[in-house]
C-alpha cells in the first residue's frame, strides 16, 4: 500500500523571549484534540509546496507564498497497524506570511515557544524531529508507530537533500 503525500508547514517567528513556532489544536477528524502543525494532502496536480500554501490558507487563513517556504525536510509516519494511515510528508518552514492567523472548523491556531514545544498533547514522534528541524536541520525521518497507532517503536534520521534545490 502506497502512503499518502501530505505537508506540514510551521509559521516562525522571533520573540522577546526567543523563538516561536505556529502550531493548531485539531478541532476534527485525524487527531482530533492534539496539537499539529498546518497542513494537509497534497491534491492531484499539485506540488508539496502548492499544497503547503493552500492547507495555511484554509487552515489558518493567511497567505503563504511559495518562493517563502523553506524546505525542512521529509517525515515517513508508518503504522504497521493500520497501513491505510502511512504518510509521506514532506515540512517546510517560513518566516513570511500574509494576515494573521485565525481559527478555521478544522485547526485552533496558537503560538507556542521553540523552547517549550507542547510535546505532551502532540502525537508522540514531533519531539523526536520537529525541535530539530525548527532549529535548521535538514533531514529525512522515518517513524514506526507502535502497535497502538499512537506510541513510537521506532524512529530513524539521516541527512535530507531537498530534490528540487
Known sequence: MTAAHVTLCFLLRDGADGGHVLLG???TG?????????GGHVELGETASQAACR???????????????IPAGTVD?????RPEWNM???VFLTR?????????EEIAPAWFP????????????????LPAMISGQRIAVRVD???DNENVAHVSTMEWADPEA
Open 114 to 129: 521553540v523552547a517549550q514545544l507542547p510535546v505532551d498533547r502532540m502525537w508522540a514522534d514531533a519531539e523526536h524531529w
Open 77 to 81: 509516519f508508518v503504522f504497521p497497524a
Open 25 to 27: 489544536t485539531k478541532k
Open 96 to 104: 513570511a506570511w500574509e494576515g494573521d492567523p485565525s481559527e478555521s
Open 145 to 147: 508507530l507502535a502497535a
Open 88 to 90: 509521506a510528508t514532506t
Open 30 to 38: 485525524f487527531g482530533q484534540g492534539k496539537v499539529v502543525g498546518v
Open 55 to 69: 492547507e495555511v490558507r484554509e487552515e489558518i487563513n493567511v497567505l503563504v507564498r511559495a518562493q517563502d517556504l
